[in-house]
Nanobody
């Protein structure tokens, strides 16, 4: 069973930075694309960023391009989301997720193509 545990959320002011971490269990972490999603109150869960299993490719939602950076450390089974220049509209619960299939060539932003999810970490940005 795969377990994903997010950490690093908190309450910050607009313009501040946060780094989220997601630690994964299991020995196959390095074979899967990892993604970050977020869900604000009353809204659907939306794609934020993803990184390929080799870390050779990344993909971002338009609303975070230039502000957020996704990275991974396969030796530590951990994926990160560095968030800079945070805005109040970034307030949400942030979830990491693991792609459903190993060694896939295409990075997906489609929620249903991620098979495992963490419990989420709250990020609140005050104005």
């Amino acid at each position: 069973q795969v377990q994903l545990v997010e950490s690093g959320g908190g309450l910050v002011q607009a313009g501040d930075s946060l780094r989220l971490s997601c630690a994964a269990s299991g020995r196959t972490f390095s074979s899967y694309t990892m993604g970050w999603f977020r869900q604000a109150p009353g809204k659907e869960r939306e794609f934020v960023a993803a990184i390929s299993w080799s870390a050779g490719s990344t993909y971002y939602a338009d609303f975070v391009k230039g502000r957020f950076t996704i990275s991974r450390d396969n030796a530590k089974n951990t994926v990160y989301l560095q968030m800079n220049s945070l805005k109040p509209e970034d307030t949400a619960v942030y979830y990491c997720a693991r792609d459903q299939g190993p060694l896939r060539r295409r990075i997906t932003s489609i929620r249903d193509e991620y098979a495992y999810w963490g419990q989420g970490t709250q990020v609140t940005v005050s104005s």
